[in-house]
């Protein structure tokens, strides 16, 4: 779901938490009025206030995160752009032998890949991709993620 419809839904429950403290709040007016005989000095009359605080400050809160949310929180929808070597040339000229081998398996599966079909794909052993792999995200070009007994590794996008 993007972000924009995410905030929305946030703002829609925090008005309808609104409505019905109101509801809430002008029943309770009834219900203190009637029963409360010691007019505003009875503490029915402060307890109300409060709680009526609390609601609002709860429900301004929430409308703050949805607002936040639909203008300012990034958008996580993936394109499906061609990845090929020419974006990342910069990036590549700068590698070791190594890293540029391994970087470019990356690139050539369109960003995405098991770090054990790396090991497969690759010459080297499964401590060198390893090695390789921290060092490749040391310098925060790929990231890893845990998926059963192997890792996904995925290639960060440039920011162009």
Do not use: P
């Not at 029963?35 to 709680?51: F, K, R, V």
């Not at 936040?68 to 700068?94: G, Q, R, V």
């Not at 599966?109 to 060092?135: A, C, F, H, P, W």
Request: charged share 25%.
């Amino acid at each position: 779901m993007k972000n924009k419809h995410v905030g929305l839904l946030i703002i829609s429950v925090a008005l309808v938490i609104g409505f019905i403290i109101f509801l809430f709040n002008r029943a309770l007016d009834k219900i203190v009025l009637d029963s409360c005989t010691h007019g505003t000095e009875c503490t029915m009359w402060s307890t109300l206030s409060i709680q009526t605080w609390i609601s609002i400050i709860l429900m301004s809160f929430i409308i703050i995160i949805g607002l936040y949310i639909f203008f300012f929180a990034k958008d996580n929808s993936y394109t499906s752009k061609k990845i090929n070597k020419k974006d990342y040339a910069f990036i590549l000229s700068e590698l070791s032998k190594d890293e540029k081998e391994i970087y470019e398996k990356i690139i050539d599966s369109q960003g995405t890949i098991y770090q054990s079909k790396l090991v497969e794909s690759s010459n080297y052993s499964k401590v060198s991709v390893t090695r390789i792999l921290d060092k490749l995200e040391g310098r925060d070009l790929i990231e890893r993620k845990r998926r059963g007994m192997t890792n996904i590794v995925i290639l960060k996008h440039k920011n162009n």
